[in-house]
């Protein structure tokens, strides 16, 4: 349901840990179908920090708190992601707060 609406396309890096510095580390990214929403949300981090997030995104692609998007030219940190489930019990997309 959620690719009629997925109309915009990002690059999508998964963080892949962090280098000698405590720097993060990320694939070489791939783009991916989205919908963007601007959205100002106050929101809890995955450290339970609350935090403001400037937009979030829904896509099919698993993602993760930590990776990152670039859109319009502008990188943006994954702070929180929301699983939807659907009738039939599967995750049809999820939701990522940036």
Not at 32 to 49: A, H, N, Q, S, Y
Not at 55 to 84: C, H, M, P, Q
Not at 85 to 97: C, E, K
Request: proline share 2%.
């Amino acid at each position: 349901m959620i690719e009629a609406y997925s109309n915009q396309t990002a690059t999508l890096y998964r963080r892949t840990g962090q280098d000698a510095y405590g720097r993060p580390m990320y694939d070489a990214g791939t783009p991916v179908k989205m919908r963007w929403e601007g959205r100002i949300k106050l929101i809890r981090d995955r450290t339970g920090k609350e935090v403001v997030s400037e937009s979030r995104v829904f896509l099919r692609e698993a993602i993760a708190a930590g990776d990152k998007f670039t859109y319009n030219d502008r990188d943006y940190i994954v702070l929180a992601v929301t699983e939807a489930v659907g009738l039939d019990g599967q995750i049809d997309h999820r939701v990522a707060y940036v």
